[in-house]
């Protein structure tokens, strides 16, 4: 009973493109590792910008920035 979880920033990801990812990670598991889909589970959390840190700062800190 493979279970994969996925964490992505709360960043306005549709729930059609979180069907894709589900689906998508999925046939990877079915085809690589030949796991039965019908007990493969996918669990997408979402963080929110202010809980993910990169480089010692908030994503959400990060964002505000001018890019270089």
């Known amino acids: 009973m493979p279970y994969v979880n996925v964490?992505?920033?709360?960043?306005?990801v549709?729930?059609?493109?979180?069907?894709?990812v589900?689906?998508?990670?999925t046939e990877i598991m079915?085809?690589?590792l030949n796991k039965n889909p019908e007990s493969t589970?996918?669990?997408i959390d979402?963080?929110?910008l202010e809980n993910w840190g990169f480089k010692g700062k908030p994503v959400?800190?990060?964002r505000k920035q001018p890019k270089e």
């Open 14 to 20: 549709t729930a059609e493109q979180k069907a894709e």
């Open 22 to 25: 589900i689906a998508g990670i």
């Open 46 to 48: 979402e963080v929110p």
């Open 60 to 62: 959400s800190e990060l």
């Open 7 to 12: 964490r992505i920033l709360e960043d306005g």
């Open 41 to 43: 589970f996918v669990v």
């Open 30 to 32: 079915v085809r690589v």
